[in-house]
Nanobody
Framework: QVVLVESGGGLVQAGGSLRLSCTPS????????MGWFRQTPGKEREFVAS?????????YYTDAVKGRFTISRNNAKNTVFLQMNSLKPEDTAIYYC???????????????WGQGTQVTVSS
């Protein structure tokens, strides 16, 4: 079993920045891909970004956040980060950390999920 704990959400004005963190615990040796998804009321959870175990060029972003968000990973600390810059009101959502034994892509349904952290961007 893997438990994911997110932190770093909050309220920020449009144009501001936030940094989300996700730390897994438990059987972390099973984890290869990690990523972030987000969900707003009445909508399906959507892919935001993902990174493989070895980071580097193996990162993927949804078009809506390219150039503004950066995903990174500290394998020594088993932590993944999502740096969110130039935030827009439409980025408001609950952000969920996800992990899987395979790479995470836009079509993946990850095995493990965090509890979610609220990000609110005011205009």
């Amino acid at each position: 079993q893997v438990v994911l704990v997110e932190s770093g959400g909050g309220l920020v004005q449009a144009g501001g920045s936030l940094r989300l963190s996700c730390t897994p615990s438990g059987r972390t040796f099973n984890i290869y891909g990690m990523g972030w998804f987000r969900q707003t009321p009445g909508k399906e959870r959507e892919f935001v970004a993902s990174i493989s175990r070895y980071g580097g060029d193996n990162t993927y972003y949804t078009d809506a956040v390219k150039g503004r968000f950066t995903i990174s990973r500290n394998n020594a600390k088993n932590t993944v980060f999502l740096q969110m810059n130039s935030l827009k009101p439409e980025d408001t959502a609950i952000y969920y950390c996800a992990a899987d034994g395979l790479p995470i892509t836009i079509r993946t349904k990850p095995t493990y999920w965090g509890q979610g952290t609220q990000v609110t961007v005011s205009s």
